[in-house]
């Protein structure tokens, strides 16, 4: 009997479309999604110039999510402070809490160099922009009473200095998101969801995700978020950062 290789997915009606499109017309190999995510099909923009989403409206005057403009770094910084509560509360109200080791970063509007992120061993549902905590990428509080978190620093700090456009991170270790990272796979675009994530995020498995709490020159996490906007930490949790906004990675 001829080796057979081994297909992920034996019903090739649940492939998605680009798999089966792609699919060879010879009845002994089937595509698999391994296949398809070794080679990735060339996508090509379809948002009109000028405009950030193909859901930017054409016709004039009707209301559309967009970055706010403020007349001061003060003023930023509050709707950044309180837009970054808004997200420790809903990721408690989603039960993407795991005690004290979960934590979101945003840039300070005025300083590259410091960002503001909930303190340790607060749960996220108790956060608020009150107990905000302000630090260096040294590790320092500069404003605040609460300790920060060490894994979680070391973390920040090395992706916010190597990555200067990254303005904010989210990490939680959620349940099914746990879960999924022990597998070591990535996410493969079988839903709106996971497209959300196609050629747009990375399994970091090296070291079996050992959680960095020393600095170091050469963190692994750091060096993956290049032009990513998710990680999958192998036996850790989940990872995502954004160029744009709070909203957009806590989402
Ligand atoms: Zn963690």
Not at 35 to 40: E, N, Y
Request: charged residues 20%; proline residues 4%; neutral net charge.
């Amino acid at each position: 009997m001829p080796p057979h290789r081994h297909d992920h997915i034996d019903n090739e009606s649940s492939l998605p479309r680009i798999a089966r499109a792609a699919a060879p017309t010879n009845r002994t190999r089937r595509q698999t999604i391994s296949d398809v995510l070794d080679k990735p099909a060339k996508t090509k923009s379809i948002v009109q110039e000028g405009k950030v989403s193909i859901y930017q409206p054409t016709q004039e005057g009707l209301i559309f999510p967009e970055l706010l403009q403020f007349s001061s770094h003060a003023e930023h910084r509050q709707y950044l402070k309180e837009r970054i509560v808004g997200a420790c509360r809903a990721f408690s109200l989603q039960g993407f809490d795991y005690g004290f080791a979960d934590h979101l970063t945003v840039r300070d509007s005025e300083n590259p160099g410091l960002y503001w992120t909930n303190p340790m061993a607060i749960h996220f549902n108790q956060v608020k922009v009150s107990n905000l905590i302000c630090a260096d990428h040294q590790g320092n509080v500069v404003k605040g009473n609460h300790a920060i978190n060490r894994a979680g620093f070391v973390l920040y700090a090395a992706v916010h200095e190597q990555h200067q456009d990254i303005v904010v991170m989210c990490h939680a270790h959620t349940v099914y998101g746990t879960a999924f990272a022990a597998l070591g796979k990535s996410l493969v675009p079988m839903s709106q969801d996971t497209c959300a994530f196609f050629e747009d995020h990375v399994v970091i498995g090296d070291e079996a995700g050992k959680v960095a709490v020393e600095v170091k020159g050469d963190n692994k996490v750091a060096n993956a978020f290049k032009s990513l906007k998710a990680a999958i930490h192998q036996n850790h949790g989940l990872l995502t950062a954004s160029r744009h906004s709070i909203d957009s990675a806590a989402f």
